[in-house]
Every structure is written in structure tokens, then in C-alpha cells.
T-cell receptor
Framework: KNQVEQSPQSLIILEGKNCTLQ??????????LRWYKQDTGRGPVSLTI?????NTKSNGRYTATLDADTKQSSLHITASQLSDSASYIC?????????????FGRGTQLTVWP | EADIYQTPRYLVIGTGKKITLECSQT?????MYWYQQDPGMELHLIHY???????EKGDLSSESTVSRIRTEHFPLTLESARPSHTSQYLC??????????????FGNGTRLTVT
């Protein structure tokens, strides 16, 4: 069964600290993995996409990694800011159809305290 | 700035009422989607469309219906709302690239409460 599991479910950190969010998946055949940020009361916004051949990709203070062999991805946030408080959702796409089915994780709820 | 708009943002209605959730996008995207999101749970696809006059049911069984008469408009209708329909409904669109290669652009959602 294709699944996406995220950990931790929730996380509280102090402003300025770093953190790492995890995503494990069993989706096959794998096409790509995307991280979304969802602010409270808003829709998710794409942060970065990882394809099979990519190991690391950065977007400002966000760095995503992908290990296609172990089917794991991580999202590292450096020097956290209050505005980083949000839910971070891992979404994996398969190559089983022309449309590409999406599998969503339940998200990690990050809270950054001053 | 969001180029996909959902109205209303919040809706509280009584059981048995008919409602329509509006979704419009200005990006010219052919693909549009409706997702249902409950707290702490993953998004579930309930409807999608490849383009005008195309509508398909998603993974999650839903009593709602959709229509796609214009590219930019993808409304969702519930003929008779029930408390079990209480949820957040997210509309999204994407460019016509296959296999999830293009990101989903989400609206800010409609929070529906059925009493």
C-alpha cells in the first residue's frame, strides 16, 4: 500500500534554532516528492520538489534532502523565524499513470516561539 | 499573492440545505481539484477536472458534485448538507504537466460547518 508518513507530528522550537522534519514513503514507482508549507487558515504553498536524481536542494533557509534508496526525505529549517510556524506537508507523486497520483502525509505542525 | 480564489471563507448552515462552494483561478490552468482536509489528517482528493466539460471523482467518496463549464471556474455543490460534511474544502489548480511535475496552487479554503 502506497503511504507517506511524517514525523514528528508536532514540534515546538525557539526562534533562531534549527529543526529537521522527516518524511518516509512507500510509494512506487516514484516520480517526485514535494514539500508544502501551510500557514493557519491558508492553502498549502509549494516549497521545493525533489526528483529521483536529486539528493539535496535549498530554498533560502529551507533545505530538502532525498534518499531514494531508503525512501526518506527531510526538510531542514535553519535559523527559524516566527513566520516558519505552519504545517509542513510531504507529498509524493507516482509514475503509475499519465496524471500522476499524489500521496499526502498528515503534516508536521511546527510552532516557533520567541 | 494567490491567483486562485475560494468563496465563502467560512460557512455555517443547517442540515438539509443546498450549498455551492465557489472556486476560480486566473492562471489559465486546465487541471483543477477539490480536496477535503480535516485537522491532523492528510488531504483527500474528492473531485478533479482535466479541462472544460471534464469531471472525475477522486479517491474519497463524496456526496458532492462539481461542474466545469469554464476553464477558470470549478464550483462544488452539496444538494443536502449533513453534519458529516463539516470539514475544510480546498480548491487547487495545476499546469498541464504529467506525474505531479507541476505544483498545486491552492486557494485559502472554505471552512464548512453543518449544524
Amino acid at each position: 500500500k502506497n503511504q507517506v508518513e511524517q514525523s514528528p507530528q508536532s514540534l515546538i522550537i525557539l526562534e533562531g534554532k534549527n529543526c529537521t522534519l522527516q518524511c518516509n514513503y512507500t510509494v512506487s514507482p516514484f516520480s517526485n516528492l514535494r514539500w508544502y508549507k501551510q500557514d493557519t487558515g491558508r492553502g498549502p504553498v509549494s516549497l521545493t520538489i525533489m526528483t529521483f536524481s536529486e539528493n539535496t536542494k535549498s530554498n533560502g533557509r529551507y533545505t530538502a534532502t532525498l534518499d531514494a534508496d531508503t525512501k526518506q526525505s527531510s526538510l531542514h529549517i535553519t535559523a527559524s523565524q516566527l513566520s516558519d510556524s505552519a504545517s509542513y506537508i510531504c507529498v509524493v507523486s507516482d509514475r503509475g499513470s499519465t496524471l500522476g497520483r499524489l500521496y499526502f502525509g498528515r503534516g508536521t505542525q511546527l510552532t516557533v516561539w520567541p | 499573492e494567490a491567483d486562485i480564489y475560494q468563496t465563502p471563507r467560512y460557512l455555517v448552515i443547517g442540515t438539509g440545505k443546498k450549498i455551492t462552494l465557489e472556486c476560480s483561478q486566473t492562471m489559465g490552468h486546465d487541471k483543477m481539484y477539490w480536496y477535503q482536509q480535516d485537522p491532523g489528517m492528510e488531504l483527500h482528493l474528492i473531485h478533479y477536472s482535466y479541462g472544460v466539460n471534464s469531471t472525475e471523482k477522486g479517491d474519497l467518496s463524496s456526496e458532492s458534485t462539481v461542474s466545469r463549464i469554464r476553464t477558470e471556474h470549478f464550483p462544488l455543490t452539496l444538494e443536502s448538507a449533513r453534519p458529516s460534511h463539516t470539514s475544510q474544502y480546498l480548491c487547487a489548480s495545476s499546469e498541464p504537466q504529467g506525474a505531479g511535475n507541476s505544483p498545486l496552487h491552492f486557494g485559502n479554503g472554505t471552512r464548512l460547518t453543518v449544524t
